[in-house]
């Protein structure tokens, strides 16, 4: 059975920065690209990042570029998104998601939360 | 970027009804379309992809169809597990999106 379990979320004052992290199991974890996905409170999904199996290509929406890293580490079947540069609007449920081989997400983490306030 | 638009962002339905939901892409995406059920404090549920193409476990109450740019999501006899918001969501390129979500409440 597939699991994904995210950790690493809190309180961040506006500013400073927060790794999450995704611990995967139960599938081969470098085979498969990965996604971080949020939502903020009371609104609907957003894409954050995603990252390929194959050679490491990641994505950003326009709203985390230049200040979030997305990342892998396939000894460990870990996913990691490092954030700076933390603003409220960043506050949100950060998803961990997998991507079926050449489709779309299939699998989703239970989420850990985000909240930037001072 | 590609902009997704649903309608109607909520809806009133009753139990046995059959409701459809329609997603609109500000540019045609071929087939890249998935569907997402969420439920109020778990996370999204993966429901079809590729349009119409259900998700493994996933019952055929659930159905999707559509192309280019105009797609919706149907649901057939609607039990009380379905009330939840419905997520589509584009994979066609990057950076990737979702449409605003539609909230089916009961009646």
């Known amino acids: 059975e597939v699991y994904l379990v995210e950790s690493g979320g809190g309180l961040v004052q506006p500013g400073g920065s927060l790794r999450l992290s995704c611990a995967a199991s139960?599938?081969?974890?470098?085979?498969?690209?990965m996604h971080w996905v949020r939502q903020a409170p009371g609104k609907g999904l957003e894409f954050v990042s995603a990252i390929s199996s194959s050679d490491g290509s990641t994505y950003y929406a326009s709203s985390v570029k230049g200040r979030f890293t997305i990342s892998r580490d396939n000894s460990k079947n870990t996913l990691y998104l490092q954030m700076g540069s933390l603003r409220a609007e960043d506050m949100a449920v950060y998803y961990c998601a997998r991507e079926d081989l050449g489709t779309t997400i299939d699998f989703w983490g239970q989420g850990t939360l985000v909240t930037v306030s001072s | 970027d590609i902009q997704m638009t649903q309608s109607p962002s909520s809806l009133s339905a009753s139990v046995g009804d059959r409701v459809t939901i329609t997603c609109r892409a500000s540019?045609?995406?071929?087939?890249?379309l998935a569907w997402f059920q969420q439920k109020p404090g778990k996370a999204p549920k993966s429901l079809i992809f590729?349009?119409?193409s259900l998700q493994s476990g996933v019952p055929s109450k659930f159905s999707g169809s559509g192309s280019g740019t105009d797609f919706t999501l149907t649901i057939t006899s609607l039990q009380p597990e379905d009330f939840a918001t419905y997520y589509c969501h584009q994979y066609y390129s990057y950076p990737l999106s979702f449409g605003g979500g539609t909230k089916v409440e009961m009646k």
């Open positions: 590729a349009a119409s």
């Open positions: 139960g599938f081969t974890f470098n085979r498969y690209a």
């Open positions: 540019q045609g995406i071929r087939s890249s």
